[in-house]
C-alpha cells in the first residue's frame, strides 16, 4: 500500500535560517508528489508539485523540493526561512489516472524563532 | 477564479445527530474529493465525486456518504454522529478528467465538534 513518512514532527528553525523538510514515500510506479502547507485553523495551500521532468521543482513562497528515485524521498527546502512560514507542512502522494485521493504523511510543524 | 468554499466553518452537533456539509469548487472544476483531519489519524481521504458519480471511497464507514450535483457543488453527510466524527472537513476541487493528473485545491474547511 502506499505510504508517506515524514519523520520530523516539529522543527525549530531560527529565522534567516535554512530549511529542509523530510519525507519518504513508498509506491510502486512513478508518484504525483506534492507540498501543502496549513497555518492554523486553515485549509492547505498547495506549495509545488511533482509530476515528471525535471526532479529539481520550484513552488511558491521560494520553496523547492527535489525528487529523488533511488532514494524514494521528496524533501522540502527554503534557503532562509521567513517568521511568516511557521506552519504546518504536509507531504501527500496522488495515485494516477482517475483516482483523485491524496495520501498525506502526518505533517511536521514548523516552528521560527526571531 | 473564486478558491474552494465551503460551508459553515463551523458546526457544533450532538451525538446521534446527523449533519451535511457544502462544498463549492472552482469554477470549471468537475472532481470534488472530501478529507477527514484529526490530530491523531492525520489527513485521511473520505471519497471523490466527479461528474455527478462516486469514483473512489476511503476506509470509512457507511455513516459517511456524500453526492454531488450537476454544477459540481457536493455535500457530505455524516448521520449518527460520533465523538470521534469531531475534525476538520477539508473539500478539494480539481480539474479531473482526460487522461493527466491535476492537482487539488483545498477549501477552508468545516470544523465539527460533536458533543
Known amino acids: 500500500a502506499q505510504s508517506v513518512t515524514q519523520p520530523d514532527i516539529h522543527i525549530t528553525v531560527s529565522e534567516g535560517a535554512s530549511l529542509e523538510l523530510r519525507c519518504n514515500y513508498s509506491?510502486?510506479?512513478?508518484?504525483?508528489l506534492f507540498w501543502y502547507v496549513q497555518s492554523p485553523g486553515q485549509g492547505l495551500q498547495l506549495l509545488l508539485k511533482?509530476?515528471?521532468?525535471?526532479?529539481l521543482v520550484q513552488g511558491i513562497k521560494g520553496f523547492e523540493a527535489e525528487f529523488k528515485r533511488s532514494q524514494s524521498s521528496f524533501n522540502l527546502r527554503k534557503p532562509s526561512v521567513h517568521w511568516s512560514d511557521a506552519a504546518e507542512y504536509f507531504c501527500?502522494?496522488?495515485?494516477?489516472?482517475?483516482?483523485?485521493?491524496?495520501?498525506f504523511g502526518k505533517g511536521t510543524k514548523l516552528s521560527v524563532k526571531p | 477564479k473564486a478558491g474552494v468554499t465551503q460551508t459553515p466553518r463551523y458546526l457544533i452537533k450532538t451525538r446521534g445527530q446527523q449533519v451535511t456539509l457544502s462544498c463549492s469548487p472552482i469554477?470549471?472544476?468537475?472532481?470534488v474529493s472530501w478529507y477527514q483531519q484529526t490530530p491523531g489519524q492525520g489527513l485521511q481521504f473520505l471519497f471523490e465525486?466527479?461528474?455527478?458519480?462516486?469514483?473512489n471511497k476511503g476506509n470509512f464507514p457507511g455513516r459517511f456518504s456524500g453526492r454531488q450535483f450537476s454544477n459540481s457543488r457536493s455535500e457530505m453527510n455524516v448521520s449518527t454522529l460520533e465523538l470521534g466524527d469531531s475534525a476538520l472537513y477539508l473539500c478539494?476541487?480539481?480539474?479531473?478528467?482526460?487522461?493527466?493528473?491535476?492537482?487539488?485545491?483545498f477549501g477552508p474547511g468545516t470544523r465539527l465538534t460533536v458533543l
Open positions: 478539494a476541487s480539481r480539474a479531473g478528467g482526460g487522461g493527466s493528473y491535476n492537482e487539488q485545491f
Open positions: 469554477s470549471g472544476h468537475r472532481s
Open positions: 511533482y509530476f515528471s521532468g525535471d526532479t
Open positions: 501527500a502522494v496522488g495515485e494516477g489516472g482517475s483516482q483523485g485521493n491524496l495520501i
Open positions: 509506491y510502486g510506479a512513478t508518484p504525483y
Open positions: 465525486y466527479f461528474s455527478e458519480t462516486q469514483r
